[in-house]
């Protein structure tokens, strides 16, 4: 994968953080406007960033709603075009990118972005791997939820990839999903997701003493 330092792509904002770096997520395209941006990525260099929608954008949804200036770029991985003209597509999560000046914003928004590393990636992490499978283990077996982690748990991705699968797929608020893709190390949004799990795992346990009978039916969103 080559890595640039500075580029222009069209953004796709959403309500929710849906891609990491090293991960893979599915789209349906809809909207006239996000149809015209992926016509123009088909026709370049299959790019385009996935952007977070600030709160309060339902306002101005239809416009150009103010986004969180940390998101993930995205390679086009694959795509169908449907009978009624909409697509599914599948983005490979590359690298977080900061969100410099809008280059356009009519009908879909160009920005200007720069790639944000993360400076400690290419360490080992072993003992973090393995705690973090450890514990991760035990909050699917716990849970009251039906928490599906089977791909990353029996895979032998990178641990970035392992974390950022986590992060992305425990239930937590938006804004906590937000900051763990917002943090510059790997080693930090290891030891933040392992927070998450292990406040998780706290919960259920305390329910699990105050009454079994509750603990089955509570949620951990």
């Given at each position: 994968?080559k890595?640039?330092?500075?580029?222009?792509a069209?953004?796709?904002?959403?309500?929710?953080?849906?891609l990491?770096p090293?991960?893979?997520?599915?789209y349906?395209i809809f909207?006239?406007r996000?149809?015209?941006m992926?016509?123009?990525?088909l026709?370049?260099d299959g790019l385009m960033?996935?952007?977070?929608?600030?709160?309060?954008?339902?306002?101005?949804?239809y416009?150009t709603?103010?986004?969180?200036?940390?998101?993930?770029l995205g390679?086009?991985k694959?795509?169908?075009?449907?009978?009624?003209?909409?697509?599914n597509?599948?983005l490979?999560?590359l690298?977080?990118?900061?969100f410099?000046?809008?280059?356009?914003?009519?009908?879909f928004r160009?920005?200007e972005?720069?790639?944000?590393p993360?400076?400690?990636?290419?360490h080992?992490?072993q003992?973090?791997r393995e705690?973090l499978?450890?514990?991760?283990?035990?909050l699917v077996?716990?849970?009251p939820?039906?928490?599906?982690f089977?791909?990353i748990?029996?895979?032998?991705?990178?641990f970035?990839a392992?974390?950022?699968?986590?992060a992305?797929t425990l239930?937590?608020?938006?804004?906590?999903?937000y900051?763990?893709?917002a943090?510059?190390?790997?080693?930090e949004?290891?030891?933040?997701?392992?927070?998450?799990?292990?406040?998780?795992?706290?919960?259920?346990?305390?329910?699990?003493?105050?009454d079994?009978?509750i603990s089955?039916?509570i949620s951990?969103?």
């Amino acid at each position: 994968m080559k890595k640039v330092e500075t580029l222009h792509a069209p953004v796709f904002p959403l309500p929710t953080v849906n891609l990491f770096p090293e991960t893979t997520a599915s789209y349906h395209i809809f909207e006239p406007r996000y149809l015209e941006m992926l016509q123009s990525v088909l026709e370049r260099d299959g790019l385009m960033a996935m952007g977070v929608l600030r709160p309060g954008y339902e306002d101005n949804y239809y416009g150009t709603p103010e986004i969180f200036p940390v998101g993930c770029l995205g390679q086009l991985k694959s795509y169908e075009e449907l009978e009624n003209g909409n697509y599914n597509i599948v983005l490979d999560g590359l690298y977080r990118v900061g969100f410099g000046q809008m280059i356009k914003d009519n009908p879909f928004r160009v920005v200007e972005m720069q790639e944000l590393p993360e400076h400690d990636q290419e360490h080992d992490f072993q003992e973090e791997r393995e705690d973090l499978l450890l514990r991760l283990n035990y909050l699917v077996e716990h849970s009251p939820d039906k928490l599906d982690f089977s791909p990353i748990l029996h895979g032998d991705d990178s641990f970035t990839a392992l974390v950022n699968m986590i992060a992305r797929t425990l239930p937590l608020k938006n804004i906590e999903h937000y900051k763990l893709l917002a943090l510059d190390s790997v080693r930090e949004r290891a030891n933040e997701t392992l927070w998450h799990i292990d406040d998780q795992i706290e919960t259920i346990e305390l329910m699990k003493r105050i009454d079994p009978i509750i603990s089955d039916e509570i949620s951990l969103n």
